[in-house]
């Protein structure tokens, strides 16, 4: 199968570039190594993709909508895991506009490229935060109902409608997969977990915003099996949680840091403005339509991400 995989350079795109490679696909990757984090990061990402396999590589911003076009249709694929975009939602508080480029037009031109191309599937990477500050728990795929508290995540409920739109007017297969907190080797420097470990290494204290609430934090490899799950096994077009099913609190990950780092000191500041209290993904639609399986525990999750860490943030 032929993939274009959008922000294959990034975190997820290139742990799930690594599994197409290694279920021998054929890949192609664009990404503008964006600067939201290091672009030398990223390019490190690129190599680690190369030890799997060739695939082609197209640096190019999806905001460029006749080149975007272009590179769609010269690939020509069988499918778009479309993986692209700005993330985080502190920064979309800042710079709100900039969301609405990177999330939402960028999205609309790989759907047009994806259309006149006659691609048969896209894959959209929505996020648990569409959901908004929800009391009901877990959250099920119809309670996101257009009520997000940052710019990021109404970028996201946004972009997913207009994935809804070209499904519809290109007659491709649109599958929205809903992703929670991910974590892992490689994981985005601006993230938790991984600006956590990164600074308990160096000595430094670590901020805990708010109450620090509770997420379902989702292994990488689970993400990845789910991307491709959906894939190969989905039918038709649908909305999907992909998640651990298993929301953690901000103690328990304390709790296992602490394992690694006895010394770490805690610095604890008021709440930020858009974070959700807590995130907890029902994974039954996951299970009854793709055979959806998490497999990763948290505390392994955690152990494989220090050791990670230990091989490789001292020379990033
Ligand atoms: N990491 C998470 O916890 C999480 C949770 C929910 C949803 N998501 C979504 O999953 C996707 C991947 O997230 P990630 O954590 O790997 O982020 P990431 O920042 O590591 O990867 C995104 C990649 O997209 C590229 N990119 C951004 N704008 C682009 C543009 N205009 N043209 C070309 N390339 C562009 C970036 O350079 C980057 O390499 C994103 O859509 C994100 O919103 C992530």
């Not at 490229?113 to 099920?140: H, L, T």
């Not at 077009?237 to 780092?261: A, C, T, V, W």
Request: hydrophobic share 40%; glycine share 8%.
């Amino acid at each position: 199968m032929k993939i274009l995989i959008t922000g294959g350079a990034g975190f997820i795109g290139s742990h799930f570039a690594v599994k197409m490679l290694e279920e021998q696909q054929e890949v192609s990757i664009i990404d503008n190594l964006h600067p939201y984090y290091s672009p030398e990061r990223k390019k490190q990402h690129l190599e680690v993709i190369k030890q799997s396999g060739n695939f082609d590589f197209y640096q190019a911003d999806l905001l460029n909508r006749e080149e975007t076009i272009g590179i769609i249709k010269r690939i020509s694929p069988d499918a778009v895991v479309h993986l692209a975009a700005l993330p985080g939602v502190a920064y979309s508080i800042l710079r709100p506009l900039e969301y609405i480029d990177y999330d939402v037009k960028a999205t609309v031109n790989v759907l047009e490229g994806a259309g006149q191309a006659g691609v048969k599937q896209v894959i959209f990477a929505s996020s648990s935060s569409v959901y908004g500050s929800m009391r009901n728990i877990p959250f099920k795929e119809e309670m996101a109902t257009g009520k997000p508290i940052s710019p990021y995540a109404a970028s996201k409920y946004a972009a997913e409608s207009f994935c809804h739109v070209y499904g519809h007017l290109y007659g491709m297969e649109m599958k929205i997969l809903r992703f929670f907190t991910v974590f892992g080797p490689w994981g985005r420097p601006d993230m938790a977990i991984a600006n956590f470990i990164k600074k308990l290494k160096n000595g430094e204290e670590i901020t805990v915003f708010g109450q620090g609430g509770s997420r379902d934090y989702t292994y990488v490899s689970d993400i990845v099996n789910g991307i491709s799950l959906a894939l190969h096994k989905l039918q038709g077009s649908s909305i999907i949680n992909i998640g651990s099913g298993r929301p953690i609190s901000m103690e328990q990950l304390l709790y296992e840091l602490k394992r690694y780092f006895p010394d770490m000191k805690i610095r604890h500041e008021g709440d930020r403005a858009g974070d959700v209290e807590r995130t907890w993904a029902d994974l039954s639609l996951a299970r009854e339509m793709l055979g959806y399986e998490p497999k990763v525990d948290f505390s392994k999750g955690i152990e494989e991400t220090v050791a990670w860490a230990d091989q490789y943030e001292k020379i990033l």
